[in-house]
């Protein structure tokens, strides 16, 4: 019988190799690739027993990890395995037992011009100020979207950027830039002391990733640090633009009055980007956005609490360099990126 963490570093190197999304390890099952947005299972594995995840999850995780996971029954990390292949891990509890996911961290970055943004959002990374918020749902590629903004602030501008993360999930590598990674829980004690530390700090550049708990903390501190201080990246889990607005508005009301929380979002927001992944005719995934930008009639309807009415804006907008993503992912379409079929 093949060693538990031999196994699983095979498993991962095919999983990278393949250009596979992610890997998922559960009982009774077969290991599963998502490939090109399917779920595969790996045909020629054994089924998964409960003792081999047990012994295959024991070779990751330290000790501290391993009472934090007895505690929370879930943890999620960042490992690197077989020295070279860096993951997202997710080990959890379902029906009394143990699960584990693996979401590849690809090293090389996409450059931010493969992404097609318009020109507008691009001369928002060098505003100085203001909150640009990056969208979608879970596995949508929209942290390599963040990380690829702050990739490029750090090649063409002399920033000095902090990212708060739990967990870090890109490692970078300072160039004109000087950047440095706080992952909450290890670097900081949560993301809003970690921002309010910002607020205090000589920062140009903030990238804030998910925040899955204590937003409503979090907002307040966003929409300061952005009024005035630093450009703000923050990452939302949402599936369209409204959603994230939504989402940070209703997180500001939290802390502060309703008409301050939609003028303060409705001043510092510069856009939202929506990220979708769509399989790729031919194999492999594509990139479909959505684009919102701030103009007049986007801050007036924020500062009206009417923020239904925003698709309406993004619509009519095209010649600004809004688009929805039912236009963003019709253009796919018609340019035989993507099969309608398939989506």
Known sequence: MEVPSILLNRLLAETAKRGAASLHLTVGSKPTWRLSGVLTPMEKENIVTAELLMKIIGSFLTADETNQLAADKEIVLVKTFGSSFRFRVNVFYQK?????????????????????????????????????????????????????????????????????????????????????????????????SALEYCLEEDVEVVLVGEINEGLDQAAPVILELAAGNALVILEVNASNSIRAVEKILNGAKAGLPDEAARYGLADALLGVIVMELLPRRGGGLIPALEVMLVNSAVKALIREGKIYQLDSVIQTSRQEGMVSMEKAVADLVEAGEVSQGEI
């Open 96 to 192: 009394k037992m143990l699960a584990c996911s693996f979401f590849f961290i690809s090293e090389q970055l996409r450059d931010l011009k493969e992404y097609k943004l318009p020109p507008a959002l691009i001369e928002a990374l060098d505003s100085g100020s203001g909150l640009l918020i990056v969208a979608g749902p879970k596995g949508s590629g929209k942290t390599s979207l963040a990380a690829s903004l702050i990739e490029e602030i750090n090649k063409t501008q002399s920033q000095r950027i902090i990212t708060i993360e739990k967990p870090v999930e890109y490692a970078f590598t300072s160039k004109k830039s000087m950047i440095e990674q706080r992952t909450v829980g290890l670097d900081a004690k949560s993301f809003v």
